[in-house]
């Protein structure tokens, strides 16, 4: 399932529009297979949205994703929270021929999304899940929480579109599409931040494709954190449960997804990168991508064991935990920039 090609458009369709009907939108979503990092057993079932959503449209248009993930040896401690992954832009173009730009919204977020489309990119678009059937089990009409889609399909005639969301590829229609697309206007509305996504290259595939994320591994390796995070955390850390036993679950709930789910999967998605370098030929130790495992399911360990301490009112700082994802942190990132770079 490509999305930066122009299926279903024949006739004199072809030259202008991209209207997609019904069926073949659903039989593109029925095709679509999460990636192999979206199934079976997972550490963090809920991972990096961001991330999430460009495995798999990558996956969705033919790229190998695990190619894009050496940016996860820079992430830190930012004080009150790990840093959000993020594909860098610039590793999306070298490895993959994709450029991100910002679309300009100067009257119709519909029309403005429709051209794109029209053009066989991709519409990074900032929106509300509250209209995201994919997540009935938490906002689904219930909610309203920001996050990113990748729109590829929009059928204006129809009120339907085809998008990318964390772990698959979903469809929506009707009220939920107009919520989306045309949201009510009033004199203090904003259009939402939203960006494209075009092919500009071939992408890159086979030891070429390796060997620029290898390039691209030792540049982040050089952008790694100058101290130990885990060590950093663990200083912050008293301070933080003592926020968390006054301000409540509520609060917790937001801490955990901000700090131990970012740090967590971000840690098993450098592991898989690691296994991928691997495969390719690379020297990787086996340290390093057990020691990356290890802060993954570690810091769930840590997370639920503090999740108990709380419900009960009590404080527990983990420090046995903290041990081994403080010495895993040492035993990962330093050691791969003396090797790599």
């Known amino acids: ?42 550490i963090w079932r809920e991972g990096m949205a961001p991330v999430d959503l460009w495995i798999e449209l990558l996956h969705g248009n033919g790229f190998e994703p695990r190619a894009a993930l050496a940016f996860s040896v ?5 004080d009150d929270q790990f840093t959000l992954g993020k ?19 100067f009257d119709s977020l519909e029309e403005r999304a429709l051209v794109q489309t029209r053009r066989a990119n991709i519409v990074l678009l900032e929106t509300d899940a509250f209209f995201l059937p994919d997540t009935r089990a938490d906002a689904y009409h219930r909610e309203h929480a920001r996050t990113t889609i990748g729109i590829d399909v929009i059928d204006p005639g129809a009120r339907r579109l085809g998008y990318f969301h964390h772990t698959g590829y979903h469809l929506l229609d009707g009220a939920d599409y107009d919520g989306i697309l045309r949201p ?13 996504v075009k092919h500009v290259r071939d992408a890159l595939t086979g030891t070429p494709l390796a060997e620029t994320s290898a390039d691209l591994l030792c540049m982040h390796l050089l952008r790694r954190p100058l101290h130990n995070p885990i060590s950093r955390w663990r200083q912050a850390f008293p301070a933080h449960v003592e926020t968390m036993l006054e301000r409540g679950e509520a609060y917790a709930r937001h801490y955990a997804f901000n700090v131990m789910q970012q740090l967590g999967a971000n840690f098993e998605l450098l592991a898989h990168y690691l296994q991928w ?47 081994l994802i403080e010495e895993s942190y040492a035993r990962v990132v330093p050691p791969l920039a003396d090797i790599v770079c």
Request: with cysteine.
């Open 1 to 42: 399932m490509s999305a930066f090609h122009t299926s279903g458009v024949t006739g004199s369709n072809a030259g202008r529009s991209r209207v997609v009907s019904l069926d073949p939108l659903r039989l593109r979503a029925r095709r679509h297979h999460a990636h192999a990092l979206h199934r079976g057993e997972r």
């Open 74 to 78: 820079t992430q830190d401690f930012e």
């Open 87 to 105: 594909l860098p832009p610039d590793d999306i173009e070298k490895l993959y021929g994709l450029q991100v730009q910002e679309l300009a919204v």
């Open 184 to 196: 009510a206007a009033t004199s203090a509305a904003l259009f939402p931040h939203v960006e494209f």
């Open 277 to 323: 370098m691997r495969e390719q030929g690379f020297d990787i130790p086996l340290s390093a991508h057990a020691g990356a495992r290890k802060i993954a399911s570690e810091t769930m360990v840590l997370q639920c064991r503090l999740a108990r301490a709380l419900s009960r009112g009590r404080e527990d700082l983990c420090d046995a935990s903290f041990d």
